[in-house]
């Protein structure tokens, strides 16, 4: 069965450091990737996603990923963080199941940027 | 603006009771899904339509039910079975290999 790890459930960082939200998955076929934010008491949105090509992602509020096979990871950067940055990050894997794409959640990384 | 809509944002309900979250979108896609959100577990799946008058079940559908009457709604009862309704529910509708998010609804049982 497929899963996704995220291996920190809380970050802290200082402002204007970089950092590094890691996400591993496990599945032996083909799978499309994705990071997505959420704010206190709102819906998720998303950052990136990782559907094929070159496994260098760029999404928004300058957020990138990098998607490596062999280790099955798909982990989250950004080299200068904001206080705004300050959310609950998601990491999803999307597989066909039963004849639909499923989206497969890990539990969160909570980013908790400090002045 | 196009998007999708939940409503209410919060929701308090009594032990026994059913109640009903409201889900609408104006984005006109075919393929929408219901997930709750509990602390430290991320989204689980209740239930997913692919298209007006079909829909199946999640990973944790027992205790609720859905309706797919119109392409724009997709709304979710939580009934009395369901023995730990409080969390928060999140609404999403799919466009190619992309899920859309609503902005939620937490309820609480009282």
């Known amino acids: 069965a497929q899963s996704v790890t995220q291996l920190d459930s809380q970050v802290p960082v200082f402002e204007e450091a970089p950092v590094e939200l890691r996400c591993n998955y496990s599945?032996?076929?083909?799978?499309?990737l994705f990071w997505y934010v959420q704010y206190p008491n709102q819906g998720l949105q998303l950052l990136l996603k990782y559907l094929s090509g070159s496994t260098l992602v760029k999404g928004i509020n300058g957020f990138e990923a990098e998607f490596n096979k062999s280790q099955t990871s798909f982990h989250l950067r950004k080299p200068s963080v904001h206080i705004s940055d300050t959310a609950e990050y998601f990491c999803a894997v999307s597989v066909l199941s039963g004849g639909y794409n499923k989206l497969i959640f890990g539990a969160g990384t909570r980013l908790a940027v400090h002045p | 603006d196009g998007g999708i809509t939940q409503s209410p944002k919060y929701l308090f309900r009594k032990e026994g009771q059913n109640v009903t979250l409201s889900c609408e979108q104006n984005l006109n896609h075919d393929a929408m899904y219901w997930y709750r959100q509990d602390p430290g577990q991320g989204l689980r799946l209740i239930y997913y339509?692919?298209?007006?008058?079909?829909?199946q079940k999640g990973d944790i559908a027992e205790g609720y039910s859905v309706s797919r009457e119109k392409k724009e709604s997709f709304p979710l009862t939580v009934t009395s079975a369901q023995k730990n309704p409080t969390a928060f529910y999140l609404c999403?509708?799919?466009?190619?290999?992309?899920?859309?998010f609503g902005p939620g609804t937490r309820l609480t049982v009282l």
């Open positions: 339509s692919q298209i007006v008058n079909d829909f």
């Open positions: 999403a509708s799919k466009m190619d290999n992309e899920q859309f």
């Open positions: 599945s032996s076929v083909s799978v499309y």
